[in-house]
């Protein structure tokens, strides 16, 4: 093998070794990013716990809807009954519309 050869190896060894190197710290620096991201996170929630913030919030996907796909449905079927009059948008169904938002009050009316 030539001493060029030899060269090529040597320096494709030590690109090998730095591109570990770099990967590792690029994880390090995640896994900090994370720990960072976890704390801010219990902090404002005032949060005790990871077990604590999964009970009080539910955490949903980016792009996925935090609705059930019963009330997903139901607001689809309100929405499409609005009519837009170019200036607000119409509703003929307000008693409905009422009775539907009503299952989300805090105090329930007997």
């Known amino acids: 093998m ?9 320096f494709r ?18 896994q900090h990013t994370i720990m960072v991201l976890g704390r801010h996170v219990l902090k404002e929630t005032k949060a005790a716990s990871v077990a604590e ?6 955490i949903t996907p980016k ?14 079927n309100l929405a499409d009954k609005m009519e837009w009059t170019s ?3 119409r509703m003929q169904n307000l008693p409905e519309v009422g009775e539907f938002l009503s299952q989300f009050r805090t ?4």
């Open 63 to 76: 792009g996925s809807s935090a609705l059930s796909p019963e009330i997903q449905q139901q607001l689809t």
């Open 87 to 89: 200036h607000y948008w």
């Open 107 to 110: 105090r329930k009316q007997s």
């Open 53 to 58: 913030l999964e009970e009080r919030f539910t």
């Open 2 to 10: 030539s001493n060029i050869d030899e060269q090529i190896v040597k």
């Open 13 to 30: 060894t030590a690109a090998k070794v730095a591109n570990a190197k770099a990967k590792r710290l690029e994880k390090e620096k995640r």
